[in-house]
């Protein structure tokens, strides 16, 4: 800086000096010139005059400052002087008659002297000023000069992390004060920036960067909206909306190619997917391999190549498992094709997996939550829901079917003399017995209808959007000839067993769910004491039977 002053300084004394001496040459040549033009007309009036213009013309001629005069035989209407360096002359050309000009050749090397004496002069006291200005200017500007050296070396230092770079002055005063009060300013800095740092870094792992504070801002921000997004998870009902806003977290960051897995630890299997892009592995399939699930580790293949034997693609991938170390476990594998994109990924992935570290303790309470309340409605043997749940969906069921127009079809299922399983291959068999019915009925009706452990070897199975009757009596039939040609496994032998079947109609034959219920079993006992292994529609008569017993043996 002190450089381009002193430079800024000796720029303005050069430009000075040549106005300065232009301004004196041009006065000095306006001045000769006047001079020179009234000796010329002075010698035109005498010259006029004489009566011997040429004896007048020789005695001038002997003049030492003139060094020729004589007669141009050529008109001219103005005075005219033409200097001549190269010969140190001035001429004058001036009008004397209608075909005569006077022309006058003044000797001017004297002249010429002066006029460079005059310049060399004016450029010795420009160079001897410009000397003096600059060793002032750098005597007393130098100091200042330095402080300002001194803070932009400190400022460059600041943008980098380092604090500690202070400044110092020989200078007393304001300048002294001012040095002090920076250097108190660094200190502070530094302690803050400190504290910041610290705190971030205990939530984010970050290595260091070339540019602490840029990236102290960015990591700032991150964590700004880190923040808003627990608040929002936090809000969210079940683990899958919380995915859903991982998800939308992903698109964020510009991530195309990815899978990302939510995992039942109690059960061994995956309850969600969300998936973009080529996943180049069999996690889907075979996520109890996956390394990132069985060490619970983060995998990075741009650090360790060939480190999944599971990944056949040749692109890099990072593999970062999510858990709280409970009943959920997710995986996010991100895949990355370009030198660019692993650069990039590199760079965010500290925020990705701040991003997971929020979500895993409050996916795995709002999991293990659903998991509680499931236990509650469902029934564990066969995994269906229970009377409980039929208590809480059974009105807004009726409604909905009600206000839609649409009919429904409550199907009774009772297993025909299935004391006798019990009584002969013991408890454990029946138990197994009675999960296998589940998994026939799961696999005969609708992902719409609702199947329900009724009690003991009792089914309710509610068809829902039925067109008639005769679809229900169809589904029941279905069901009754999938049970009949099923082989049971009681590990003593493989037996065949029967179901019977009751049927109500809503809104045909009832109006309210509990009566249609009830109707249903009505329906269910006549099956049973009319043969066993058949279905049965409701109708008015039954009301009739006296023999109907709302408890009956097998």
């Known amino acids: 800086m002190k450089k381009k002053i002193l430079l800024i300084i000796a720029l303005i004394m050069v430009i000075s000096t040549i106005i300065r001496t232009a301004i004196v040459g041009y006065s000095f040549f306006n001045f000769s010139n006047s001079t020179i033009e009234n000796e010329a007309n002075l010698l035109k009036e005498l010259l006029l005059e004489s009566n011997d213009k040429n004896k007048f013309l020789n005695i001038i001629q002997k003049s030492r400052h003139i060094k020729e005069i004589s007669f141009i035989n050529k008109p ?27 022309k006058i050749v003044f000797e001017a090397d004297n002249y010429f002297k002066k006029l460079q004496d005059i310049f060399i002069q004016l450029i010795l006291i420009a160079t001897i000023s410009l000397i003096i200005i600059i060793l002032i200017v750098n005597y007393f500007l130098t100091p200042y000069l330095e402080i300002l050296e001194k803070i932009k070396n400190s400022t460059d230092n600041i943008l980098k992390g380092i604090f500690t770079d202070k400044i110092d002055t020989k200078l007393k005063g304001e300048a002294k004060e001012f040095t002090n009060s920076y250097n108190t300013f660094l200190d502070k800095l530094e302690d803050s920036f400190g504290v910041i740092e610290k705190k971030y870094t205990s939530l984010i792992e970050k290595e260091p960067s070339s540019n602490p504070l840029n990236d102290a801002k960015e990591t700032i921000e991150q ?16 683990p899958e909306e919380i995915l859903n806003r991982l998800v939308d977290v992903l698109i964020k960051f510009n991530i195309t190619n990815y899978i990302l897995l939510g995992i039942d630890n109690n059960e061994k299997k995956i309850i969600k997917i969300y998936k973009n892009g080529d996943v180049c592995c069999d996690v889907e399939e075979n996520f109890l391999h996956c390394r990132a699930y069985r060490t619970k580790k983060t995998i990075y293949s741009v650090e360790h190549k060939n480190i999944c034997p599971h990944h056949i693609c040749d692109n890099d991938y990072l593999c970062i498992p999510f858990s709280a170390s409970g009943n959920f476990t997710g995986i996010l594998k991100i895949l990355m094709n370009t030198e660019k994109e692993k650069e990039r990924i590199q760079h965010i992935k500290p925020y990705i997996k701040a991003y997971l570290n929020e979500i895993s303790a409050i996916i795995e309470a709002k999991y293990t939550l659903t998991l509680l309340h499931n236990q509650t409605i469902k029934d564990p043997l066969t995994n269906l829901y229970n009377r409980r749940y039929l208590e809480n969906i059974l009105t807004p069921l009726i409604s909905g079917a009600y206000r839609r127009g649409e009919k429904l079809a409550f199907l009774m299922i009772d297993m025909d003399y299935f004391k006798k399983v019990n009584d002969t291959y013991g408890h454990k068999a029946g138990d197994m017995i009675l999960a296998e019915l589940a998994r026939i009925l799961i696999s005969t009706v609708r992902k719409s209808d609702i199947i329900i452990r009724y009690g003991g070897e009792e089914f309710l199975v509610i068809l829902q959007n039925l067109k008639n009757e005769n679809d229900a009596i169809e589904v029941a039939e279905k069901i009754r000839k999938a049970v009949a040609s099923h082989e049971f496994d009681t ?14 109609i809503f809104p045909t034959h009832c109006k309210q769910g509990w009566e249609c219920i009830k ?20 109708n008015e008569e039954l009301k009739k039977e006296q023999n109907y017993e709302t408890e009956n043996e097998n």
Request: net charge positive; proline share 1%; no cysteine.
């Open 491 to 504: 590990e003593k032998e493989k037996i065949h067993k029967t179901v019977s079947i009751g049927i109500s």
């Open 223 to 238: 964590l700004a909206n880190i923040f808003t997004f627990k608040r929002l998870i936090e809000e969210d009902e079940s």
């Open 519 to 538: 109707y249903a079993d009505m329906a269910l006992y006549y099956a049973k004491n009319h043969g066993r292994n058949q279905v049965k529609l409701y």
């Open 76 to 102: 001219t209407k103005t005075a005219t002087i033409i200097s001549d360096y190269k010969h140190k002359t001035f001429t004058t050309l001036l009008p004397f008659s209608e075909n005569k000009t006077l």
